[in-house]
């Protein structure tokens, strides 16, 4: 063996920069599943049926066009770490060199490059070329943009691909159509709407489930909602099916929730696009020539495309930036544990009920009910960010740390400090009032910040201005928001602070450490 060909859970791309100028003789294809990736946080059973049965596709696929795969399936072997695995077969076949394109996991690279070094096997770091932008090209970019700010890198890739440019001018006459994009429904709901597309569970995916509930069975989530993509074809089906049935009204309602219907307007090709299933390119390319097709409005043409090219990639080169030193940041000081509802959403709180249960059964969320829902009540609570990077990384299908780190620290918790976003995303229950029908049966009124029926997150909300007046009363974006507390007398700014104690007192005495096993 001349090359042992690494392939990690979320690189299922044909065209990866792992698999040039392979020799099908002599160069080895290595994939394995072992139980430290599904338990180093505790995993939702769909996420690890999903990169299993993803994985073991694409193994076969492989094979069939005549490359030597080593596949270690779950349960058939001893291996607890990947680092195990690859120990036991380097002592095996003995390779020259070990070749992995850029891992999604700073700990998985931390962890390849160590077991390569005390084996003296040498190591090919390849760049992924699945990305638009590259690591190497991200920090050049970063040097002349001295704030980082998502809005001037969207621009950079926008005038890079020509993605919606007519002669270095957006289409449309603006960059971004965001505030034409926050619609909520009427009292009458969303109306009717497609089914999530399901897919027919193969041999494969069956003998995961199993082998999921064998191994996994105190994990949080069931295994028998299969509704993502783990196929190439699959995945290219569900994107033409989005832009049939759901882009052209995705714009004007990305940001609305409702009840019973978790899924609404959203694509739902995060999974395909972070397990490499689908590329940006291609999804922008079918995006753009449904613009074109007139199929879809400018606003959710926008929208759609700045989250593929413009998010999607801001948080990938802020990742590799700044790790490993990312994942410490804590510039709030936040320390409280996650109370113990999210991972049963056992609360009397509709939105955070609703939002959670969904997420059980399917382990999918849309962005707002991930940073305005989820999110925010723990940042308003005050839970330690890495307890909550922790539960998003187990929690949700689509969550590799390159992406979902940034999301959670930066845009979420603000616990980088205004490195990633440029205010804390903070808002009291009318926020979620206002977007959804939750709070139309839930017995906690939006509008009050104390007593009984009070709204715990607008109690949170006023009590989180209160503890951070000083960082943020002159803070230009929400400056606005700290002046209202003038509004709010002493003895009323002291009810507040006690009934929110009161509410940390309960979260906390409902917490268990349940984060890492």
Same mark, same amino acid.
Request: charged share 20%.
């Given at each position: 063996?001349?090359?042992?060909?690494?392939?990690?859970?979320? =690189?299922?791309?044909?065209?990866?920069? #792992?698999?040039?100028?392979?020799?099908?003789?002599?160069?080895?294809?290595?994939?394995?599943?072992?139980?430290?990736?599904?338990?180093?946080?505790?995993? /939702?059973?769909?996420?690890?049926?999903?990169?299993?049965?993803?994985?073991?596709?694409?193994?076969?696929?492989?094979?069939? !066009?005549?490359?030597?795969?080593?596949?270690?399936?779950?349960?058939? /072997? =001893?291996?607890?770490?990947?680092?195990?695995?690859? #120990?036991?077969?380097?002592?095996?076949?003995?390779?020259?060199? &070990?070749?992995?394109?850029?891992?999604?996991?700073?700990?998985?690279?931390?962890?390849?490059?160590?077991?390569?070094?005390?084996?003296?096997?040498?190591?090919?770091?390849?760049?992924?070329?699945?990305?638009?932008?590259?690591?190497?090209?991200?920090?050049?970019?970063?040097?002349?943009?001295?704030?980082?700010?998502?809005?001037?890198?969207?621009?950079?890739?926008?005038?890079?691909?020509? #993605?919606?440019?007519?002669?270095?001018?957006?289409?449309?006459?603006?960059?971004? *159509?965001?505030?034409?994009?926050?619609?909520?429904?009427?009292?009458?709901?969303?109306?009717? &709407?497609?089914?999530?597309?399901?897919?027919?569970?193969?041999?494969?995916?069956?003998?995961?489930?199993?082998?999921?509930?064998?191994?996994?069975?105190?994990?949080?989530?069931?295994?028998?909602?299969?509704?993502?993509?783990?196929?190439?074809?699959?995945?290219?089906?569900?994107?033409?099916? *989005?832009?049939?049935?759901?882009?052209?009204?995705?714009?004007? $309602?990305? @940001?609305?929730?409702?009840?019973?219907?978790?899924?609404?307007? /959203?694509?739902?090709?995060?999974?395909?696009?972070?397990?490499?299933?689908?590329?940006?390119?291609?999804?922008?390319?079918?995006?753009?020539?449904?613009?074109?097709?007139?199929?879809?409005?400018?606003?959710?043409?926008?929208?759609?495309?700045?989250?593929?090219?413009?998010?999607?990639?801001?948080? /990938?080169?802020?990742?590799?930036?700044?790790?490993?030193? $990312?994942?410490?940041?804590?510039?709030?000081?936040?320390?409280?544990?996650?109370?113990?509802?999210?991972?049963?959403?056992?609360?009397?709180?509709?939105?955070?009920?609703?939002?959670?249960?969904?997420?059980?059964? $399917?382990?999918?969320?849309?962005?707002?009910?991930? &940073?305005?829902?989820?999110?925010?009540?723990?940042?308003?609570?005050?839970? @330690?960010?890495?307890?909550?990077?922790?539960?998003?990384?187990?929690?949700?299908?689509?969550?590799?740390?390159?992406?979902?780190?940034?999301?959670?620290?930066?845009?979420?918790?603000?616990?980088?400090?205004?490195?990633?976003?440029?205010?804390? $995303?903070? #808002?009291?229950?009318?926020?979620?009032?206002?977007?959804?029908?939750?709070?139309?049966?839930?017995?906690?009124?939006?509008?009050?910040?104390?007593? @009984?029926?009070?709204?715990?997150?607008?109690?949170?909300?006023?009590? *989180?201005?209160?503890?951070? =007046?000083?960082?943020?009363?002159?803070?230009?974006?929400?400056?606005?928001?700290?002046?209202?507390?003038?509004?709010?007398?002493?003895?009323? !700014?002291?009810?507040?602070?006690?009934?929110?104690?009161?509410?940390?007192?309960?979260?906390?005495?409902?917490?268990?450490?349940?984060?890492?096993?």
């Amino acid at each position: 063996m001349k090359k042992l060909i690494v392939i990690l859970g979320d =690189q299922l791309n044909l065209d990866s920069t #792992a698999l040039e100028h392979l020799d099908t003789q002599q160069d080895c294809v290595w994939m394995a599943e072992v139980p430290h990736e599904s338990e180093h946080v505790w995993s /939702h059973k769909a996420r690890i049926v999903l990169f299993l049965s993803a994985m073991r596709n694409f193994s076969k696929t492989l094979r069939k !066009r005549g490359h030597w795969v080593i596949y270690h399936k779950l349960g058939e /072997h =001893q291996f607890t770490t990947l680092a195990e695995a690859l #120990a036991h077969d380097f002592r095996k076949y003995n390779p020259d060199t &070990l070749t992995v394109v850029q891992p999604g996991d700073y700990r998985v690279l931390e962890s390849i490059q160590q077991v390569c070094t005390t084996h003296n096997i040498a190591i090919d770091i390849r760049s992924d070329k699945h990305f638009l932008v590259d690591i190497d090209e991200f920090r050049d970019w970063a040097r002349d943009d001295r704030q980082l700010r998502m809005e001037s890198f969207y621009r950079y890739v926008r005038k890079k691909t020509g #993605a919606l440019m007519d002669n270095n001018k957006p289409i449309g006459g603006q960059w971004n *159509f965001d505030q034409e994009n926050r619609t909520s429904f009427s009292s009458q709901g969303p109306g009717i &709407l497609l089914k999530p597309r399901t897919i027919k569970a193969n041999t494969t995916t069956v003998r995961v489930r199993l082998a999921v509930d064998k191994a996994f069975t105190a994990h949080p989530g069931s295994t028998e909602n299969l509704i993502w993509p783990i196929t190439r074809t699959q995945a290219q089906e569900a994107l033409h099916e *989005f832009i049939d049935n759901r882009l052209y009204s995705f714009g004007r $309602y990305q @940001d609305a929730m409702w009840t019973g219907h978790p899924f609404l307007f /959203h694509s739902r090709l995060s999974t395909a696009l972070n397990l490499k299933l689908l590329s940006p390119a291609e999804v922008v390319s079918a995006t753009l020539e449904a613009w074109n097709k007139q199929q879809a409005p400018i606003q959710s043409v926008e929208g759609f495309i700045r989250q593929v090219i413009g998010w999607r990639e801001f948080m /990938h080169g802020i990742y590799w930036m700044h790790m490993p030193d $990312y994942i410490e940041h804590n510039a709030l000081g936040a320390n409280l544990p996650l109370p113990d509802f999210y991972w049963s959403a056992a609360t009397d709180m509709v939105c955070l009920h609703e939002t959670i249960g969904q997420i059980l059964q $399917y382990g999918y969320a849309h962005h707002i009910q991930r &940073l305005m829902v989820t999110g925010l009540f723990a940042l308003l609570l005050g839970v @330690d960010p890495k307890k909550v990077h922790e539960w998003y990384l187990a929690m949700f299908v689509d969550a590799v740390e390159w992406v979902e780190l940034p999301n959670t620290l930066g845009m979420s918790q603000y616990a980088d400090g205004g490195l990633l976003a440029t205010k804390p $995303y903070v #808002a009291s229950g009318k926020y979620i009032q206002r977007m959804s029908n939750y709070c139309s049966s839930c017995r906690y009124n939006p509008a009050n910040a104390t007593g @009984d029926d009070a709204c715990p997150f607008t109690t949170l909300y006023w009590d *989180f201005l209160i503890r951070h =007046q000083s960082r943020f009363g002159k803070h230009p974006r929400v400056a606005l928001q700290w002046r209202n507390l003038t509004r709010i007398d002493k003895h009323n !700014r002291h009810l507040i602070q006690r009934q929110a104690e009161q509410i940390r007192v309960e979260c906390i005495d409902q917490s268990t450490e349940k984060s890492i096993l």
